[in-house]
């Protein structure tokens, strides 16, 4: 049964989007503070998944079930990336409204996954789903902002911005509670699978979404320690817990 804490802590991810989406709105971010966001959140992120989800992902020490969950986590981001990428250039030019439906197909897949590693993180155990929740909300939050910064170059209605917005976060919503409602009484076996899976969609999504778009402004070493700054941050939160 879900509890009143699962449910804030997944509301918690939801509401640093829409921010981050209204933050972008109203005033949108320069370059080098969209970096620095951008590197903070990965360094977040990718620290969770290093200090929390691969130490529950090894512990039955099944091997064949880390490969295969592994394997196909990457095996799956790498063909989402191919056909998200080859329907953008042709979304903008053919649509009647001009929005950038290559990159929001990308963000709601990243927003569902995320939503399912936050109820894989629950179903491990209180500790990791906090954590989780706290990691991806600051994802969430850079997320909403490149979401909406995109969508500014289509020149879109707020009304348009508004409803892309509350789709992206009700497939996130959709996503957390498929992974809490499925995942809470699996086996150990079934869930070191389904964390391996994770595991490796969650990294992809850091060095290939996060850290490439962060490394479009020219690299300084505060840009650099920023990531780095997300890691430590969030290693000893996590011993501290």
Known sequence: MISLKEVV?????????YIGGMIAYFKPPGAALK??????????????????????MIKIHDAKSIIIGFS??????????YFTGKIQPSAKSETAIGLPWGVLIA????????????????????KEGVLLA????????????????SLSGSS?????IHLTLLVMALVFISGSLLGLLLL??????????????????????????LLVE????????FYTASFFTGFLVFMILGMML
Do not use: Q, R, Y
């Open 9 to 17: 802590f997944t509301l918690i991810p939801v509401l640093l989007w």
């Open 35 to 56: 970096s620095i966001i951008l590197h903070f959140a990965a360094g977040v992120v990718f620290s969770v998944v290093a200090v929390e989800l691969l130490p529950d």
């Open 72 to 81: 196909s986590g990457v095996a799956a981001m790498l063909l989402i990336k």
């Open 107 to 126: 963000m709601g897949i990243d927003l569902l996954i995320d939503g399912i590693l936050l109820g894989i993180g629950f179903a491990a155990g209180e």
């Open 134 to 149: 706290v990691a991806l909300a600051l994802e969430c939050l850079s997320l909403g902002i490149a979401t909406v910064t």
């Open 156 to 160: 879109p209605s707020k009304k348009v």
């Open 184 to 209: 809470h009484n699996t086996s150990e076996k079934v869930l070191e699978l389904i964390l391996s899976f994770g595991s490796a969609a969650l990294l992809f999504l850091v060095t290939e979404e």
């Open 214 to 221: 962060a490394h479009e402004e020219k690299e300084t070493a």
